[in-house]
T-cell receptor
Framework: DGGITQSPKYLFRKEGQNVTLSCEQN?????MYWYRQDPGQGLRLIYY???????QKGDIAEGYSVSREKKESFPLTVTSAQKNPTAFYLC????????????FGQGTRLTVV | QKEVEQNSGPLSVPEGAIASLNCTYS??????FFWYRQYSGKSPELIMS????GDKEDGRFTAQLNKASQYVSLLIRDSQPSDSATYLC????????????FGKGTRLHILP
């Protein structure tokens, strides 16, 4: 089945630690996105990538880093510089060549303990 | 900065009535418009997409787009309790930076 897989579903981080959230897609999409969602809020764009080895900052990139070494993969690292990382993180992908929507993974819920 | 604005609600609608959700956007070059439904704790799922001015119908859902007014709406006919969710409006520029920007969502509550 084609789709987007995020792992883990739940993640706990200690203060001062970096953690990496995984996102893999087998939809052959060029564009991939990371969003953050806080309770009762919409989706805010962290980073996005249109092609391999290229990515751009979204609206709230501070304290996060990404890489795009493969078309299928777009991991997100939440660094210790992100002061309030507890949130629901959503990865998505879309087809650049067509007027199509973003397809979402199941999300990763990150909690700082 | 591109913005997508939605009334956060909650919007309460009696079962069987029409629910009307609205969205405005700031960027005139936006080309693709989407409505997503999100249940609590879950990821968003696409309800409707619309690309040209006018109405687009799919079952109980109708999306309406007015690019001159930078306005997109979603109508839900014969509202059901299972329609209770948060509805997110999203806009995308195609062949530019491909950013997809979301509104904050409108919480819809269908009253049995």
């Amino acid at each position: 089945d084609g789709g987007i897989t995020q792992s883990p579903k739940y993640l706990f981080r200690k203060e001062g630690q970096n953690v990496t959230l995984s996102c893999e897609q087998n939809l052959n999409h060029d564009a991939m996105y990371w969003y953050r969602q806080d309770p009762g809020q919409g989706l805010r764009l962290i980073y996005y990538s249109q092609i391999v080895n290229d990515f751009q900052k979204g609206d709230i990139a501070e304290g996060y880093s990404v890489s795009r070494e493969k078309k299928e993969s777009f991991p997100l690292t939440v660094t210790s510089a992100q002061k309030n990382p507890t949130a629901f993180y959503l990865c998505a992908s879309s087809n650049r060549q067509a007027n199509t929507e973003a397809f979402f993974g199941q999300g990763t819920r990150l909690t700082v303990v | 900065q591109k913005e997508v604005e939605q009334n956060s609600g909650p919007l309460s609608v009696p079962e069987g009535a029409i629910a009307s959700l609205n969205c405005t956007y700031s960027d005139r070059v936006s080309q693709s418009f989407f409505w997503y439904r999100q249940y609590s704790g879950k990821s968003p799922e696409l309800i409707m997409s619309i690309y040209s001015n006018g109405d687009k119908e799919d079952g109980r859902f109708t999306a309406q787009l007015n690019k001159a007014s930078q306005y997109v709406s979603l109508l839900i006919r014969d509202s059901q309790p299972s329609d209770s969710a948060t509805y997110l409006c999203a806009v995308k520029e195609v062949n530019r930076d491909d950013k997809i920007i979301f509104g904050k969502g409108t919480r819809l509550h269908i009253l049995p």
